[in-house]
C-alpha cells in the first residue's frame, strides 16, 4: 500500500505557485487577490476560510476576508457580491458553503461572476465542465485528480465508484472521472442514498472515491484487493485529548488500508488538496485578468 500523499502534494504545489507569484512581481505585475467571504461563526467554517487565508499569505497572493454576522440579509450579501464582481482588485473570491437557512445559496451562487468564481460552483464554470471546456474546477475534485495525476494512478478504462452526488463533490467528481483524458476515461457508477447493494458495487471498483460524509462507512469487506481508494470525508469525533477531536474520514482507514494499493489519509489527504487548487484557480483567474 503507497500513501496518497495530499499534504506533500498540496505544499508542492504551493511552491509552484509561490515561483509564478515571484516572477510575476518581478515583472511588475501585481499579485493574485482572492476574497472570501464569510457568514457567521460556525467551527468548521472558520477554520476552512482561516486555512485558506493564511495559504494566500505563504504562496505571495493578497487576500480580503469579509466576515459577517449570522443575521446579514441576503440583499446585503448579494450587494457585497456586486461589489466585489466589480472591484478590478480582486481577481477571484469564494463564499463559504454553508450559508444561514434564510439566505438563498443557489441566487448567492448565480450572483459570482463567472470569471471571478474560484470554487467552480457557478452553472457557466459546471456546465464548461462537463462540456471538457477550459474553466475553474471545483477545488476539492480538481484536488483529487491532480493527487491521481501525480502519483501517475492509471484510470483509464478503470471501474471508478464515486460515492455521494453533492453538488460540490460527488457530482463533479462522477464528471471529471468519466471526461477524456488522463486521469478519467473511466466506466463511472455515482453512487448516493438510495442506491441499492452499494456494498456489491463498491467491491468491483477499481477506484473507490468517497465522499457521503459518514465516518467509517467504507469497511475493508466493501473493497476490492488491490483498489485505489480516496477518502473524502472529514469528520470531527470528540475525544479526550487537548483539541478535544480528532479528524477521521468515510473510510476505516486501519482495516481498508491492507487492501488498497494506494490511499489517502485523512487529515494530509484531499483536505490538503482542495486549498492548493483553490489557489492555483485563484493563480489563473489572475493571469486571465492580465491578458
Ligand atoms: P453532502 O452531505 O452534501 O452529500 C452527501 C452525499 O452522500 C449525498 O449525495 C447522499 O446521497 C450521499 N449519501 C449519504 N448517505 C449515504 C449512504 N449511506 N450511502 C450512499 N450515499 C450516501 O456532503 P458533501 O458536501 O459532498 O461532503 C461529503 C463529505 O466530504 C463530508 O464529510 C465533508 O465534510 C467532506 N468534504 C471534504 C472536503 C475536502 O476538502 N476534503 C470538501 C468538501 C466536503
Not at 477554520?47 to 459577517?68: I, M, N, P, Q, W
Not at 443575521?71 to 466585489?84: F, H, M, N, Y
Not at 464528471?175 to 468491483?204: F, W, Y
Not at 480516496?230 to 481498508?256: C, L, M, Q, W
Amino acid at each position: 500500500m503507497e500513501l496518497l500523499d495530499g499534504k506533500k502534494i498540496s505544499n508542492d504545489i504551493k511552491d509552484e505557485i509561490a515561483a509564478e507569484v515571484a516572477a510575476m512581481k518581478q515583472r511588475g505585475e501585481r499579485a493574485p487577490h482572492l476574497a472570501a467571504v464569510l457568514v457567521g461563526n460556525d467551527g468548521a467554517s472558520l477554520t476552512y476560510v482561516g486555512a485558506k487565508v493564511r495559504s494566500c499569505e505563504r504562496v505571495g497572493f493578497d487576500s480580503t476576508l469579509v466576515k459577517y454576522e449570522t443575521d446579514v440579509t441576503e440583499a446585503e450579501l448579494l450587494a457585497k457580491i456586486d461589489e466585489l464582481n466589480n472591484d478590478d482588485a480582486i481577481d477571484g473570491f469564494i463564499v463559504q458553503l454553508p450559508l444561514p437557512k434564510h439566505i438563498d445559496e443557489q441566487k448567492v451562487i448565480m450572483a459570482i461572476d463567472p470569471s471571478k468564481d474560484v470554487d467552480g460552483f457557478h452553472p457557466t464554470n459546471f456546465g464548461k465542465m462537463a462540456l471538457d471546456m477550459e474553466t475553474f474546477l471545483p477545488a476539492t475534485p480538481f484536488g483529487v485528480m491532480e493527487l491521481l495525476d501525480r502519483y501517475k494512478i492509471e484510470t483509464s478504462g478503470k471501474h471508478c465508484v464515486v460515492i455521494g452526488r453533492s453538488h460540490i463533490v460527488g457530482r463533479p467528481m462522477s464528471i471529471l472521472m468519466g471526461r477524456k483524458g488522463n486521469p478519467g476515461d473511466s466506466t463511472v457508477t455515482l453512487t448516493h442514498s438510495r442506491t441499492q447493494n452499494l456494498e456489491a458495487i463498491c467491491k468491483q471498483a477499481d477506484i473507490v472515491i468517497s465522499a457521503l460524509g459518514v465516518p467509517n462507512f467504507v469497511k475493508a469487506e466493501m473493497v476490492k484487493e488491490g483498489a485505489v481508494v480516496v477518502d473524502v470525508g472529514i469528520h470531527r469525533i470528540p475525544d479526550n485529548s487537548e483539541k478535544g477531536y480528532h479528524i477521521t474520514g468515510d473510510v476505516d482507514f486501519e482495516a481498508v488500508s491492507k487492501k488498497a494499493s494506494y490511499i489517502t489519509p485523512v487529515p494530509g489527504g484531499v483536505g490538503a488538496m482542495t486549498i492548493a487548487m483553490l489557489l492555483k484557480n485563484t493563480l489563473i483567474a489572475g493571469q486571465n485578468r492580465k491578458r
